[in-house]
């Protein structure tokens, strides 16, 4: 069953914006997304990569790529994530996950270390 439901994908154009929400399913205790939160993305024929990550003391990582023009937050009294996406550029093109787990992000990038899942929203970015 689902686990955590992500919304907010679409297509633009290059240079354009989006913001990807996600929050728990109602089968899904709060508590798991009370602690590491994080975005993962997949293109096609790629591994999948870790976007960025939000600890339960609010302690921010980003991969590389998406600094500057991505924002992580999160809401903690409604426990729902956002990933505001600006400039967007076409290598940001993929399926776009949220993820959660028990405990300090750490190595916030091992998306093996998250128990739970999104079932993914499509970010497609035209040039």
């Known amino acids: 069953q689902v686990q955590l439901v992500e919304s907010g994908g679409g297509s633009v154009q290059a240079g354009g914006s989006l913001r990807l929400s996600c929050a728990p399913s109602r089968y899904t205790s709060s508590r798991v997304t009370r602690d590491c939160m994080a975005w993962f993305r997949q293109a096609p024929g790629k591994q999948r990569e870790g976007v960025a990550a939000i600890d339960r003391d609010g302690v921010i990582s980003y991969a590389d790529s998406v600094k500057g023009r991505f924002t992580i937050s999160k809401d903690n009294a409604n426990n729902t994530l956002f990933l505001q996406m600006n400039s967007l550029k076409p290598e940001d093109t993929a399926m776009y996950y949220c993820?959660?787990?028990?405990?300090?992000?750490?190595?916030?990038?091992?998306?093996?270390?998250?128990?739970?899942w999104g079932q993914g929203t499509q970010v497609t970015v035209s040039s």
């Open positions: 993820a959660a787990r028990i405990g300090y992000c750490g190595t916030w990038y091992w998306g093996s270390t998250y128990g739970y």
